[in-house]
């Protein structure tokens, strides 16, 4: 039987408010077994970038990343929230080790090509997750904490998806190891009234999700959210959970089987 691994992902809302991150990390550290954080931190790259007199500019909620923006991304991904949450791990008793995919060639990218006109720059969309290598550094008693940058062989980074980066990294230890990948999100669950914070769906299959999107009830951001995490099942991960920052012990939010 496999050991069981959890995969969390953290947004950069949580990332910027000091008193849910500590929270967030608390609950991260009492997590039994081998563990994975990933972490976005497009606020903070936001706000350091208009420090610098760099522009932020966004087609739908994406950044575009020219090369001055891709100094910022590194920067803070990389450096500032990486670095920062690796500390505060440690402090909370984690052997914590902060990862870009450049390192040890753990996530292999290619430019994401021009499409309908729009070219987003130094952005990568995944090839590969060596998951043979991140596998090798948990066994030894170490927390890999993923920033959202990976590499395309040619000496460049390139800003890639933190959701993408803990989907594709779950499903590389599938193979290793009993997946649970958590994303945490601002809302509870998955809802079925957008309007009543308490209408959880406590569990979604495909069959469900093709149901929820044809009446409606899944749309906007998160059909891909839902995509991504039922892509992510079919490849071997044992399940994942979408729930609030404070509730990622895996008995709250929407299991998606």
């Given at each position: 039987?496999?050991?069981?691994l959890?995969?969390?992902?953290v947004?950069g ?6 008193e ?16 994975l954080?990933v ?14 007199g ?10 575009i990343?020219d090369?001055?923006m ?7 991904y ?29 996530i ?6 021009i ?16 998951g ?12 890999p904490?993923?920033a ?8 460049n980074?390139?800003?890639t998806?933190?959701d ?7 499903r ?38 093709n ?22 099942i ?14 990622i ?9």
């Open positions: 039987m496999k050991e069981k959890t995969v969390v992902k947004g809302a949580v990332v910027e408010d000091d849910k991150l500590a929270a967030l990390l608390r609950d991260f550290s009492a997590i039994e077994g081998k563990k954080l972490h976005g931190g497009g606020r903070r790259a936001t706000k350091v970038a208009a420090a610098l760099v522009e932020s500019r966004m087609v739908n909620g994406r950044r990343t090369e001055n891709l100094e910022v991304v590194t920067l803070v990389g450096g500032l929230v990486n670095k920062n949450l690796v500390a505060k791990l440690q402090a909370n008793g984690v052997n914590a080790l902060g990862l870009t995919g450049a390192d040890m060639d753990v292999h990218s290619h430019r994401r090509p499409k309908d006109g729009v070219n987003f720059g130094y952005v990568g969309d995944v090839e590969r997750v060596d043979q290598r991140l596998h090798t550094l948990i066994e030894t008693g170490i927390t904490v993923m959202p940058l990976t590499h395309d062989g040619n000496g980074i390139l800003n998806n933190a993408t980066i803990a989907s594709e990294t779950a590389a230890l599938a193979s290793f190891y009993d997946v649970t990948l958590i994303f945490c999100f601002e809302k509870k669950g998955v809802l079925a009234n957008p309007d009543d914070d308490d209408s959880v769906i406590p569990v979604i299959t495909r069959a469900d999700f149901k929820y999107v044809a009446d409606g009830t899944v749309a906007g951001g998160m059909i891909p959210k839902l995509e991504n995490a039922l892509s992510a079919d490849a071997g991960v044992k399940e994942v959970i979408i729930t609030l920052a404070t509730a012990d895996g008995h709250h939010g929407t299991v998606i089987k």
